[in-house]
C-alpha cells in the first residue's frame, strides 16, 4: 500500500510539473490532458502494476483456485456417483421387497397345502384305524360265534335229541340232569349272546357311559335275585356281606353286567351245597368288591389268560372267558380295574375296583 501511495503524489507532482510548464511552451497543446484522465491512465498502470505485484507476491492464489474448481467438479461427480448408487440400491430394495412378497405368497400357499395334506393324511389314517378296528372285531366276533355260541347250542342240540328218542329209557333224575344241563347251556348262551351285544355297541361307538351314584350292596341284591331259581336248584347259599353306605358313581348296567357274570361264574363251578361270598370295601379312592366261591380254583395259566378275549375256556372254566374278557373291557372304561385269585381254604375269588370319586369331579 505504502509504493501505490508514493506512486499516486508522483503523478500529481508530475502533474503539477507539467501545468507550470504550460504557459512557457503555449505551441504544444497536446499536453493539456485533463486531471482525471491522468488519473484513470495512473489508475489503470496501478492496477496492472499491482496484479503483477500480487501475482509475483502471491504466486500460490491461481493453483489453489483451480484447485478449488477441480475439487467442486470432483464433488459434483461424487455427488453424482451416489445418486446412482442410491436410486440403484432403492431398486434393488423395491425388488427384494417384491420377492419377499412373492416368497412369503409361495410359504402361504406351501403351509397351506401341508395343512391340507396333513389334514387328509390324518383323515387316511384314522380311517385305517377304524378299519383295523373293525377287523379285530369281525375277527374276535368270528371266534365268540365259533366256540361261545356254536359249541352250546351243538350241545344243547344233541340232549333234545337224545331226550326225543330215549325217553322211556331214562330215569327221572336223569331226565331232570338233562333238562338242567340244557337249562344252564341256554342260560349261558344268552349271556354270552347279550355280553356280545353289549361289546359291539362299545366298538362300534353307539355305547355311551351314564354316569350316576350307585349302592353297591343294593346292585349287587338285584344281581343275586336274578338267580334264585339256579341258587335252589344247587342248594347254594350267597351271602352279601357288603356295607350298605357304600356308593359309587359309575354306569348300573355297566357295573350290573359284571356282578351278573362274576355271580353266574362263582354259581357254575360251585358244588352244591357250599357258599358264595360277596364283600365290599372301600381303600382311599377305591372301592373293590368281592365274589369269593368254593369251586376247584384256577390254574396259573388259566388265571393269566381269564380275562383274554381269545380265551377257550378249559375244563374248568369252558366258556367263561368271553365274558370274563368283556367285564374287563368294561370295568377298563369305568377308570377301574378286575383281577382274580385262588383262595387259600379253595376256590376262587374274582374282584374288580372302580373309583369312589363323586359325581360332580368326574362331570368336572
Same mark, same amino acid.
Given at each position: 500500500m505504502n509504493s501505490k501511495f508514493l506512486i499516486l503524489l #508522483? *503523478?500529481? @507532482? %508530475?502533474? @503539477?510539473? *507539467?501545468?507550470?510548464a504550460k504557459g512557457m511552451f503555449d505551441g504544444f497543446t497536446q499536453l493539456e490532458v485533463p486531471l482525471a484522465s491522468i488519473i484513470a491512465i495512473t489508475a489503470n498502470s496501478l492496477s496492472v502494476f499491482d496484479i503483477a505485484t500480487i501475482s509475483d507476491a502471491e504466486p500460490d492464489y491461481y493453483a489453489h483456485y483451480n484447485q478449488l474448481q477441480e475439487n467442486n467438479r470432483n464433488l459434483e461427480q461424487s455427488q453424482k456417483a451416489s445418486g446412482q448408487v442410491i436410486i440403484i440400491l432403492i431398486s434393488f430394495s423395491v425388488i427384494c421387497c417384491v420377492l419377499l412378497v412373492l416368497l412369503f405368497r409361495a410359504y402361504r400357499k406351501i403351509r397351506s397345502d401341508y395343512k391340507k395334506? %396333513? %389334514?387328509l393324511y390324518e383323515s387316511i389314517e384314522t380311517k385305517n384305524i377304524s378299519l383295523s378296528k373293525a377287523d379285530a372285531i369281525k375277527s374276535n366276533l368270528v371266534s365268540i $360265534? %365259533?366256540? /361261545? #355260541?356254536?359249541?352250546? $347250542?351243538i350241545s344243547t342240540l344233541y340232549m333234545m335229541r337224545l331226550l326225543e328218542r330215549n325217553t322211556e329209557l331214562l330215569t327221572q333224575s336223569e331226565r331232570e340232569s338233562f333238562y338242567l344241563n340244557i337249562s344252564n347251556d341256554i342260560s349261558v348262551t344268552l349271556e354270552n349272546f347279550d355280553a356280545t351285544l353289549q361289546w359291539i355297541k362299545r366298538q362300534l361307538g353307539e355305547f355311551k357311559i351314564n354316569l350316576e351314584t350307585v349302592n353297591i350292596r343294593s346292585l349287587l341284591d338285584e344281581a343275586i335275585s336274578g338267580y334264585n331259581t339256579q341258587l335252589n336248584e344247587k342248594g347254594i347259599t350267597v351271602i352279601n356281606n357288603i356295607p350298605d353306605g357304600i356308593v359309587a358313581t359309575s354306569d348300573r348296567e355297566m357295573l350290573q353286567f359284571v356282578n351278573r357274570n362274576l355271580l353266574s361264574n362263582a354259581l357254575k363251578f360251585s358244588p352244591k351245597g357250599k357258599t358264595i361270598a360277596i364283600d365290599a370295601f372301600k381303600t382311599g379312592k377305591e372301592i373293590i368288591i368281592s365274589v369269593? /366261591?368254593? @369251586?376247584? @380254583?384256577l390254574s396259573d395259566n388259566q388265571i393269566k389268560k381269564l380275562f383274554s378275549i381269545s380265551n377257550k375256556g378249559g375244563p374248568t372254566h369252558q366258556g367263561a372267558g368271553i365274558a370274563l374278557s368283556f367285564s374287563k373291557d368294561f370295568i377298563v372304561q369305568l377308570g377301574g380295574r378286575i383281577w382274580a385269585e385262588n383262595r387259600n381254604t379253595g376256590g376262587t375269588i374274582f374282584s374288580y375296583g372302580v373309583p369312589s370319586r363323586s359325581l360332580s369331579k368326574i362331570v368336572a
Open positions: #508522483f *503523478v500529481i @507532482g %508530475a502533474y @503539477g510539473q *507539467v501545468a507550470t395334506k %396333513a %389334514a $360265534l %365259533a366256540h /361261545d #355260541f356254536r359249541s352250546p $347250542l369269593k /366261591d368254593e @369251586g376247584p @380254583g
